[in-house]
């Protein structure tokens, strides 16, 4: 995880389709060109965890192989 500096451009914050309407999920955005950042869609103003492009990926990339299926 890295900081990310604050850019004029907001970032557009999205939820996955697959997310439950109980407001208990994520939100993903682009941060920068080199950085995704994810916060809790219930606190929409408090702190956002930023990772490289290379951690998303790695991240994302293991998600779809099932690396965290039980």
């Known amino acids: 995880m890295r900081s990310v500096k604050s850019t004029s451009t907001a970032p557009t914050w999205r939820t996955s389709s697959y997310s439950a309407s109980n407001g208990n ?24 965890l930023a990772f490289t492009s290379r951690e998303w990926n790695v991240f994302v990339s ?9």
């Not at 920068?32 to 606190?43: E, P, Q």
């Not at 293991?62 to 039980?70: L, N, P, Q």
């Open 62 to 70: 293991s998600i779809r192989a099932g690396d965290f299926d039980r």
């Open 25 to 48: 999920c994520v939100e993903v955005a682009v941060l920068d060109r080199a950085a995704m950042g994810v916060r809790d869609s219930k606190d929409r103003s408090g702190p956002v």
